[in-house]
């Protein structure tokens, strides 16, 4: 048997830090379309004041919040939230009659982006304007669903819905994409989110993934309404810059695949054999990967 020789670690090093240097370039550029992408334009708002030790926020560095939301799966998580939260006719018929996802897709990631960088790292004060804002937003968004009931959004049960459906859709992703995660910890992500959701004005929040699960399967009249066929077709094709359609796609597949069988069909996202296990978790996982790399390391505040 011939042996390969051992290469010694200091020639590995030089390698490893040549390839990086001639790397950069590649690294940099993709940096700056995926901050482009996720950023959004410029809103013109203050900095966010993080969380330090003297006030570590809603949930603090030691926070299952934290690790969760510091993950790059958030991006394919969130998307699973939208494309589930269609299937809700009053939440739908309030995004159709109120929101401008169509004409501003990347602002409104933006400010969703903001949101959830505000209540997870920000201070208390930054996080509790952050809900402020949102709560004033929701008291101007009501009005009367296509099948003639009235909706708002700052009712506890549609509240409850979106909340609930957010949490399970990023712990989801994180299970799927994100590092091993321990049912003791899972349920401990669930309740600490519940604050939140309360703190937005919803009642009906689960403290436990399994009491999560339950909750949102149990939801009654769940449908498909044309507003909602009009969001998912707008969710996985949308007005974006040609240059960002190729990652969105793999974004937009990793999401539908995470998705409850029923919904998919419903929604008409029937999977083909093989596909999902074959061709989008482990291009998902790369791009995750890739993003990881571009961007760096997930800035944190100090805890």
Same mark, same amino acid.
Do not use: C
């Given at each position: 048997? +011939?042996?390969?020789?051992?290469?010694?670690?200091? &020639?590995?090093?030089?390698?490893?830090?040549?390839?990086?240097?001639?790397?950069?370039?590649?690294?940099?550029? *993709?940096?700056?379309? $995926?901050?482009?992408?996720?950023?959004?334009?410029? !809103?013109? +708002?203050?900095? /966010?004041?993080?969380?330090?030790?003297? %006030?570590?926020?809603?949930?603090?560095?030691?926070?299952? =919040? @934290?690790?969760?939301?510091?993950?790059?799966?958030?991006?394919?998580?969130?998307?699973?939230?939208?494309?589930? +939260?269609?299937?809700?006719?009053?939440?739908?018929?309030?995004?159709?009659?109120?929101?401008?996802?169509?004409? %501003?897709?990347?602002?409104?990631?933006?400010?969703?982006?903001?949101?959830?960088?505000?209540? !997870?790292?920000?201070?208390?004060?930054?996080?509790?304007?952050?809900?402020?804002?949102?709560?004033?937003?929701?008291?101007?968004?009501?009005?009367?669903? $296509? %099948?003639?009931?009235?909706?708002?959004?700052?009712?506890?049960?549609?509240?409850? @819905?979106?909340?609930?459906?957010?949490? %399970?859709?990023?712990?989801?992703?994180?299970?799927?994409?994100?590092?091993?995660?321990?049912?003791?910890?899972?349920? +401990?992500? &669930?309740?600490?989110?519940?604050? /939140?959701?309360?703190?937005?004005?919803?009642?009906? #929040?689960?403290?436990?993934?399994?009491?999560?699960?339950? @909750?949102?399967?149990?939801?009654?009249?769940?449908?498909?309404?044309?507003?909602?066929?009009?969001?998912?077709?707008?969710? #996985?094709?949308?007005?974006?810059? &040609?240059?960002?359609?190729? =990652?969105?796609?793999? &974004?937009?597949?990793?999401?539908?695949?995470?998705?409850?069988?029923?919904?998919?069909?419903?929604?008409? /996202?029937?999977?083909?054999? /093989?596909?999902?296990?074959?061709? *989008?978790?482990? !291009?998902?996982?790369?791009?995750?990967?890739?993003?990881? @790399? $571009?961007?760096?390391?997930?800035?944190?505040?100090?805890?």
């Amino acid at each position: 048997m +011939q042996l390969v020789p051992r290469i010694p670690p200091l &020639v590995t090093a030089a390698v490893e830090a040549a390839a990086g240097v001639a790397l950069r370039p590649a690294r940099v550029a *993709v940096g700056r379309v $995926a901050r482009s992408a996720l950023a959004g334009p410029p !809103t013109g +708002q203050p900095e /966010l004041a993080f969380a330090d030790a003297e %006030d570590p926020g809603l949930f603090g560095p030691g926070s299952m =919040t @934290w690790r969760v939301h510091r993950d790059r799966s958030m991006v394919i998580g969130g998307l699973r939230a939208l494309l589930l +939260q269609v299937m809700h006719p009053l939440a739908m018929a309030g995004v159709a009659q109120h929101s401008a996802y169509r004409e %501003d897709p990347l602002g409104r990631l933006a400010r969703t982006g903001r949101f959830v960088a505000s209540t !997870t790292y920000g201070t208390t004060p930054e996080a509790h304007r952050a809900i402020a804002k949102v709560r004033g937003i929701h008291g101007r968004v009501e009005g009367t669903a $296509a %099948d003639g009931r009235s909706y708002s959004a700052n009712d506890p049960a549609l509240l409850a @819905w979106v909340h609930n459906v957010e949490v %399970d859709s990023f712990l989801a992703a994180f299970r799927r994409y994100g590092p091993e995660i321990r049912a003791a910890e899972a349920d +401990q992500y &669930v309740a600490e989110m519940a604050g /939140l959701g309360r703190r937005l004005g919803a009642i009906d #929040v689960p403290e436990t993934e399994a009491d999560l699960r339950d @909750w949102i399967a149990s939801v009654p009249g769940l449908a498909v309404s044309a507003d909602a066929r009009d969001a998912v077709r707008f969710l #996985v094709l949308p007005n974006l810059p &040609v240059r960002m359609l190729p =990652t969105y796609g793999v &974004v937009a597949a990793a999401a539908i695949d995470l998705l409850p069988g029923t919904t998919r069909r419903a929604l008409g /996202l029937v999977p083909l054999p /093989l596909v999902d296990p074959l061709i *989008v978790r482990p !291009t998902a996982a790369a791009l995750l990967g890739l993003l990881g @790399w $571009a961007l760096g390391p997930a800035p944190l505040p100090r805890g």
